[in-house]
């Protein structure tokens, strides 16, 4: 039984290029949240989506981010034009429909490096 | 806003000691869950502990136990028996019961285990 699955691990783009970040959710969980954490931080919540639903945007920078959740595929974080300050772990999470009041289940990370 | 504290940026303890990471949180809510996360070097965030803020009776999962001061907004994490293996960034995070279902971390605490 899979957890929550992201990918790439790793991602190194230049500045001005496109990142999309994937995250497949645990089986049988309907809700997504992406988080980012800076080196030597806490993470900080970014978006909460169901299926074809933006639930929450209230942490996602106005402009170059932007989050889906199809109806069939993975969770995509798109960063349009990467600057070095995107450079950051980015995690999803996972729960199921009671909103995770039993806590999350995080996926391992995608690391990007904006160069 | 809701915000959470984590005044210790770094611990460290002797294995098979005992260690108390603090937090402290501030919010207007009555009622709420919190969390506390540990994040190995694999980057991968494992629930250590939970507590609902309504229930009086401290949380304990084995070698880990809250001490939650609901009056004072504080709930600390002590870790008994201290192994290696717990050596990690821990994270307190809050998330109201209702409403934005989004976790608020603390900056997190780097445990070292000392041999």
């Known amino acids: 039984n899979a957890g929550v699955m992201q990918n790439p691990r790793h991602l190194v783009r230049r500045r001005g290029q496109e990142a999309r970040l994937r995250c497949s959710p645990m089986k049988g969980h309907s809700h997504v949240y992406w988080y980012r954490q800076l080196p030597e931080e806490g993470l900080k919540f970014m978006v909460y989506?169901?299926?074809?639903?933006?639930?929450?945007e209230s942490g996602m920078p106005k402009e170059r981010f932007s989050a889906e959740f199809p109806k069939e595929g993975p969770s995509i974080l798109r960063i349009q034009q990467v600057v070095r300050g995107d450079s950051a772990a980015y995690f999803c999470?996972?729960?199921?429909?009671?909103?995770?009041?039993?806590?999350?289940?995080f996926g391992s990370g995608t690391r990007l490096t904006v160069v | 806003a809701q915000t959470v504290t984590q005044s210790q940026p770094e611990m460290s303890v002797q294995e098979a000691e005992t260690v108390t990471l603090s937090c402290t949180y501030d919010t207007s809510e009555s009622d709420y869950y919190l969390f506390w996360y540990k994040q190995p070097p694999s980057r991968q965030m494992i629930l250590v502990i939970r507590?609902?803020?309504?229930?009086?009776q401290n949380a304990t999962e084995n070698r880990f136990s809250v001490n939650f001061q609901k009056a004072a907004k504080s709930f600390s994490l002590k870790i008994s028996d201290s192994q290696l293996g717990d050596a990690a960034m821990y994270f307190c995070a809050y998330r109201k019961t209702q409403g934005a279902q989004k976790l608020v971390f603390g900056q997190g605490t780097r445990l070292t285990i000392n041999p």
């Open positions: 989506l169901q299926k074809e639903n933006i639930i929450d």
């Open positions: 999470a996972s729960s199921s429909g009671q909103g995770g009041i039993y806590g999350y289940t």
């Open positions: 507590q609902e803020a309504y229930k009086q």
